[in-house]
């Protein structure tokens, strides 16, 4: 793009030569690495996202990205070189590291060669218009990141369209919830809000609400799923509290017929859309 910098400066007019970073105390991998924690995500605004098949598919998005790191041995594959150039067009810092500062930055033994840090994105409700949609998953205070990832990666799956977390919930950029989405975070629309919020988006948009709860009154399989539609799922621990059912146009039950008290959280939510989406699934 225009923004380019000037490449014809150097007689072999290649691209400019990555940053190398071998040293653990470089002040970039302590950055990096500061996003495993929340404060610092929150307070900077970005994630990382690792592995070379998911990186570049975000940045074929044009996902905001800022800084992508690889590991000097995989600097001639192909596609390393057509991110990193990629990325460089979008302004961000490519930096080649040794195989101790990916291990470093990564938190990690066996890392993935490739890791990137990008922008968050998370919507408001007010940003989000249900017409014309398939279906929204929210989740009320979900807890465990790994349950989260799950849900967006399945949200993803069976065409949904995207997931809403209500109230307070685990952060969907940690990274492990982003390992657990397979790079679904990249695709699935994600937006935030308060119980308040979301009971005031319900209203405008007369979105129908099927909540699901174990002691629910309906078979998860008698109902006809309309689209748009919210499946509202409760939290790991307590379930969805009465306020929130009260919200409900159904509230479900998936039969338990063995001896679990209940089905996993991600689980549920994944024999939930798949009956929701069914007659619009086809083989
Ligand atoms: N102890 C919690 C309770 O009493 O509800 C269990 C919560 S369960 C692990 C997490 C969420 O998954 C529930 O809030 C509900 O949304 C959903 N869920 C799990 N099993 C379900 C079932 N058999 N029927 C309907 N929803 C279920």
Redesign the pocket.
């Known amino acids: 793009g225009a923004d380019a910098p000037a490449r014809s400066a150097r007689p072999d007019a290649g691209p400019a030569p990555a940053k190398e970073v071998t040293s653990l105390s470089n002040p970039l991998v302590k950055d990096l690495r500061g996003l495993h924690s929340k404060k610092e995500r929150a307070e900077t605004g970005l994630f990382l996202a690792e592995g070379l098949k998911l990186v570049a598919d975000a940045i074929e998005q044009n996902w905001p990205i800022r800084t992508l790191v690889h590991a000097v041995k995989v600097r001639e594959q192909p596609m390393v070189r057509r991110i990193a150039d990629a990325a460089r067009a979008c302004g961000a810092l490519v930096v080649e590291v040794s195989d101790d500062v990916l291990v470093k930055i990564s938190r990690r033994d066996n890392p993935q060669m490739v890791v990137a840090a990008f922008e968050q994105r998370l919507l408001s409700l007010d940003d989000i218009d249900p017409s014309g949609t398939t279906v929204w998953v929210a989740l009320?205070g979900i807890k465990d990141p790994g349950n989260l990832g799950t849900i967006l990666r399945t949200v993803d799956s069976v065409g949904a369209t995207g997931a809403i977390l209500i109230g307070d919930t685990t952060d969907p950029f940690a990274l492990e919830a982003v390992r657990a989405t397979m790079g679904s975070i990249f695709h699935v629309p994600l937006a935030a809000g308060t119980m308040a919020e979301f009971a005031a988006w319900k209203a405008k948009h007369r979105v129908p609400v099927v909540?699901?709860?174990?002691?629910?009154a309906v078979d998860?399989r008698s109902i006809a799923y309309p689209e748009p539609v919210v499946l509202?799922?409760?939290?790991?621990?307590?379930?969805?509290p009465d306020a929130y059912v009260e919200l409900c146009d159904h509230v479900?039950?998936?039969?338990?017929a063995g001896r679990a008290?209940?089905?996993?959280?991600a689980?549920?939510?994944a024999?939930?859309l798949y009956e929701i989406r069914r007659p619009r699934l086809g083989l």
């Open positions: 009320e909540g699901t709860h174990l002691k629910g998860y509202l799922m409760g939290n790991e621990q307590s379930g969805l479900v039950k998936i039969p338990m008290d209940s089905l996993n959280l689980i549920a939510t024999v939930m």
